[in-house]
């Protein structure tokens, strides 16, 4: 079995002699985060953490995507939190992408390891602490419930990558692929956070347009993306935020695959402000 290479920032700065001119950009429709920009001098910490550091690459913001934040979180040997979360609104995603972790969810324990999946329902008493003497990294995705009447919240669970099937897409002749932890018709779901891959020169043959927004984290490999009318190189470790409407397709040019975390909003009414 294929080992998964997900790329993990590591901070640090660059060298005084490096030009600035870079990948960033922030536009009305869609902003590129490159892994150039996650340094020291641009980390967050939390209240009731230990040993922790993350990097904030996606928050709710007036006019542009509302419905989720994102977090690419460090942990330091024996790093963690017994109440990682302040609001009980919130559900949560984390996705490991390197070293190991104890994860506590209403009272049960799991190990978590190199591309563990986790579902936290809000509301959820939780912990995370490292078991590691090595740094751990993980992604942690956030974004408040929408109860409706008559369905019942979902449920927390844990799931390795491995445990999961890679679904192709249609007519795309084995070059695309989507891996869902969350059944897409299980509608007690109001995101789904999903892998997805392309092999080399596999493509999104058309601009998807949607009401989904839409947050990617390249795991690894590159690409060329199209967002909105612009053409933009992306590879591992880079952050795309995409407004809903934003036209999208991308064109993986190899050498190897490439491979992303999706988040998108879900099964839900549109609501009206």
């Known amino acids: 079995m294929k080992k998964n290479n997900y790329f993990s920032p590591v901070g640090g700065l660059p060298q ?29 910490t939390l209240p009731l953490w230990k040993n922790m550091r993350m990097w904030i690459v996606a928050r709710p913001m007036t006019g542009f995507a509302e419905t989720f ?24 995603v984390l996705f490991l ?74 007519n795309s002749n084995s070059t695309w692929f989507t891996k869902r932890f969350v059944d897409a018709n299980d509608v007690r779901h109001d995101m789904h956070v999903n892998i997805v891959t392309f092999q080399p020169g596999g493509v999104i043959p058309f601009a998807e347009t949607h009401v989904m927004e839409h947050g990617i984290f390249i795991l690894e490999g590159k690409a060329v993306y ?15 935020w995409l407004r809903a409407f934003c036209p999208q397709a991308c064109y993986a040019g190899g050498p190897g695959p490439f491979r992303y975390l999706l988040y998108k909003d879900v099964n839900r009414h549109v609501p009206f402000l």
Request: with cysteine.
């Open 16 to 44: 005084q002699s490096k030009l600035l001119t870079d990948r960033a950009v922030f536009k009305s429709s869609y902003a590129v985060i490159p892994r150039g920009c996650f340094t020291d001098i641009v980390t967050s």
């Open 69 to 92: 934040s994102q977090y690419v979180v460090q942990l330091e040997p024996n790093g963690g939190s017994e109440n990682p979360e302040s609001n009980s609104d919130v559900q949560s």
């Open 97 to 170: 992408t390197s070293g190991s972790a104890e994860l506590k969810v209403n009272s049960e324990r799991h190990i978590l390891k190199s591309g563990s999946y986790v579902y936290i329902p809000a509301g959820s008493e939780w912990s995370i602490w490292s078991n590691s003497n090595e740094i751990t990294n993980f992604h942690w995705i956030r974004k408040v419930y929408k109860d409706v009447k008559g369905v019942e919240r979902p449920i927390a669970f844990v799931k390795n990558e491995t445990e999961c099937e890679d679904v192709e897409m249609p």
């Open 226 to 240: 199209h967002l909105n009318q612009d053409w933009v190189e992306v590879e591992a470790g880079d952050f795309l």
